[in-house]
């Protein structure tokens, strides 16, 4: 490590899991493997460009870059440059956003959006909050007080509502610029179709059916504007509700499965782990509610 410190961790002295941490880098070193953490990611690329491959899609990326992943999402950078920036790492046991979505507002806009990439660009209003957000972090890991937890929150609260914001802003000016296009229409009415049939539809051929479309056609609309299947798009969102039951309840895994369509559970355990690199036990275990989260 360089004279000037450049990673801040705490610990949950409950189970040894990282709580919190805060890290400074200047090269690729730390993204350029497969990451798989049991805890969000946050990571602002300051300096650098390249490529990164989430899930199964792989995006390009310039300086001013902000991304995020939830926990288990498979993720690596890829760059010929070296990255430098900022990276922001905190377990749901320390904040939970499922718990305070009506806060932050960041699930499935920053995080467990299947509709857009995991990036960010960041403008310079959204810079300089990070920055400032960020210098009170490290002042705070570097000297804990009193309620050191609540006013780590309330600092992450900012920055994932900062970048929430710009998604979205960035998010509705790319529809504006597309608004003549008949595929976006498409693709919107795919996206409510998905939202409303996810539990009892998993074909690609049924949703060609609810809007009157050939497979064929809709599925190469979905790879040209989502740079995925259909198939993919249909399985991430039901990964996304299964998360969220093993998370937030007490639910066996084979009720899940069955709210979710599905009256093998043995079939859905497998159909979960081929789309989240994890086991439904696994991922409540180190996760969520088996580690006694409060909800």
Not at 218 to 231: D, E, M, Q, S, Y
Request: glycine share 6%; charged share 20%; proline share 3%.
């Amino acid at each position: 490590m360089n004279a000037k410190q450049s990673v801040f961790t705490l610990i949950n002295t409950q189970n040894g899991n990282l709580a919190f941490k805060l890290l400074y880098f200047e090269d690729n070193g730390h993204f350029d493997h497969l990451q798989r953490n049991n805890y969000y990611s946050m990571i602002w690329v300051t300096e650098g460009r390249g490529t990164i491959m989430a899930d199964f899609s792989t995006y390009d990326f310039e300086p001013n870059a902000l991304f995020a992943f939830s926990p288990y999402q498979p993720f690596m950078f890829s760059s010929h440059e070296n990255l430098k920036g900022v990276a922001i790492y905190f377990h749901p046991d320390f904040f939970c956003i499922h718990k305070h979505h009506k806060e932050v507002a960041c699930s499935g806009v920053l995080f467990n959006n299947i509709y857009q990439p995991p990036l960010t660009i960041m403008d310079e209003v959204s810079v300089n909050t990070f920055n400032l957000m960020i210098d009170q972090i490290k002042t705070e890991m570097q000297n804990p007080a009193l309620a050191q937890h609540e006013l780590l929150v309330s600092y992450l609260k900012i920055l994932l509502i900062t970048g929430s914001r710009l998604k979205t802003q960035q998010h509705a000016k790319a529809g504006e610029a597309v608004a003549g296009n008949k595929e976006p229409f498409i693709l919107q009415n795919l996206k409510d179709a998905i939202e409303t049939h996810y539990r009892t539809k998993h074909s690609a051929g049924d949703y060609a059916n609810v809007l009157n479309i050939s497979a064929k056609a809709l599925a190469k609309i979905t790879k040209t504007h989502f740079n995925k299947t259909l198939t993919a798009l249909i399985a991430e969102r039901i990964i996304i509700e299964a998360k969220r039951e093993l998370y937030l309840t007490n639910k066996s895994v084979k009720e899940i499965a069955y709210e979710l369509g599905y009256t093998d559970e043995f079939y859905f355990s497998r159909f979960f782990k081929t789309n989240a690199d994890v086991s439904p036990q696994l991922y409540r275990e180190t996760v969520g509610f088996g580690r006694g989260v409060g909800v």
